[in-house]
């Protein structure tokens, strides 16, 4: 085990700088011994060297701030930034500056965190420690995954691991690269380079002989077989896990492995032993003082209740998680908590809270949309300038060849006349071949440009429209009149438990669904109908022109051409139903036209309708009714409100199971009017 003391036998006692690096590693498990031995270290202190002051400072931040102490730990960090300032020695500042971007990593202040750790990396690397370096590297590679600059974080994570590699780097380093680009695969969903990732991990974490290491190497395992569809293999890490932690003493990743149980426990409908798992996850992580660890216990303990008919104690659990999510601004974690949280709801029968916690979700999901496709934009747009960069250089070093044609030329003339004609020739000659170049340069450059343009407009894993060319067309179209029998219409659909597939399969199995379900919409639809990956497992068809009457037919079509088709994926098969909002466009309450934007919130309301009043359905917003009486804003606040209350006028579409022949459209089709239906209450 690395944390071991040397024996009393050897030759030469241990330095101060080995005994702190002792503690270092100790640290990351038991953090409360670490503490005591680093203040048994002070007093040999006074005389030691700036830099093992200085990694003292160091450790004693760490060890803080994993018990919890952040106020104390950042205090320690600016010594050490100011011990290095004083000094002038970069390798010192650095130290302190990584020591401070965990602590506001600790504290939720991710935008200042990462903004640091791009700032200390840029230090460190000016310095000879490669120790210093690996480490943050690290740091600034986990830094971009956590902003979804997966591209970026991958370079940095792979330069990590070859600058930890022996001669120059040591075991320890090595060790935490591996397992940071281990983790960045699975979060890639390159499973084939996780594994094999992982693989040297383990073989490298064997050689330290370290109980803790190879608990942390075993949690990452968990996740990639969790990620890949691989249950078993889970659940047999995480006992293994469990058991290193325990024996160890490492009560903070205990924590953190007990939610891990939990959740698997939860995938398998198993509230009692969730229930235990999320309860002793929490008061250890109350013990560790580890909030994010105490989040997901409660969000995992709401949902044991919510499953359970616990409904008050249930939601109280999942708030209370919620809100520190929310605080850590973790927008991914939080999204697939609300998403959890909606279906939970929806099946203990609140169905009011269960449309809160998907509007909540839908509402973050659109911001990390718009977050990655403007990041997939400026990616774009910096591969196009860094093309267009380099064309101009080519440009350039021709011309000048061109200009030091010339001088020589002129040379040439003064001093051999007869050589004239000759010169004219080649230059001739030089000219013809600059022109085909610029002329073939010009077709690649737009080809590039048709490239860049289908990039920007199609969704990349299935080949639709996105999102923004959608928004891009809507603000071009004009509203034309029509007559009261020909209308545009609007359909959003919703994957049905998509994420029971991902959980179920793996991720790379909800991507075949979403492809499968992409070319049924081809055939469903005709080819002059836009059709739109609008988001995550969201899709948005629009249709120029269709029969008013004939909307609901559209919408069976969408729901029995789904679920009449199953996806083999390896040994599974898979189907999926749909939920549906539609309505004709545009809607003119009151004979004036909703802009598209208010249109399409209200084609979302009715699916959130289809998806809480039991899914496989489609809802249909036709018209509206007394509308002098109440007014848009009402109706867009609460629908299912404003239908009852006789303002609006839906009718659902039920979707069904398919027979193994289908009978006639008039036959399949199941429409039900429900307008004006709250007078019947």
Known sequence: MALTLAPAWAQTPATLDDRILDIREQSRFVPDKALAQLQKLQPELRDAPPHTRAEFLTQMSAVRMRLGQNDRAMETAEQVITL???????TIIAKGMLAKTYVLFAQADVDAAHRLAFDSEALALTTSDIGLKVQSTITAGQSYAEQGNFPAALLKLQHAVDQARPPAGDAISLVAALNALTKLHVQMKEY???????KELLAETEKLDSPGRMAMAKNTEYGLAIDSGQP????????????????LGAERMVGITLVNLSDNALKQRDFARAAQYAQESLLSAQKTGDKTTEATARVNLGQTYLGTGRLAEGKRQFEMGLARMEQENNKPDLQAALREYGEALERAGDLAGSLSAYHRERNISNELFEKRRQQAMLELQEKYETEKKQRQIELLSRENQVKGAEIDNRRLQQRVWWLLALVFALAAAVVGLLYRKVRHTNAQLEVKNLELKAQSTLDPLTS????????????GLKIQERSDDVVGALFLLDVDHFKHINDNYGHAAGDAVLKMISENLRIA???TDMIVRWGGEEFLAFLPAIPRHGMEEVARRILTSISSQSLQYGEHEISVNVSVGFSPFPLMPD???LVWERAVNLVDMALYLAKAHGRNRAYGVRGFENFHLTSMEAIERDLERAWRAGFVDLSVVLGGDPDTHPPAPSEHLNVVSIKQAGHKH
């Open 192 to 198: 084939e380079n996780a594994a094999e990732t992982l």
């Open 591 to 593: 004979g004036v036209p």
């Open 525 to 527: 639809l005709r080819e």
């Open 464 to 475: 639709l429209y996105n999102r923004r060319h959608f928004q891009d067309y809507m603000r």
């Open 232 to 247: 078993k293999r889970a659940l047999r890490v995480l006992e293994e896990s469990l058991a290193l932690e325990r024996k």
């Open 84 to 90: 290095g300032q004083s000094l002038r020695d970069n």
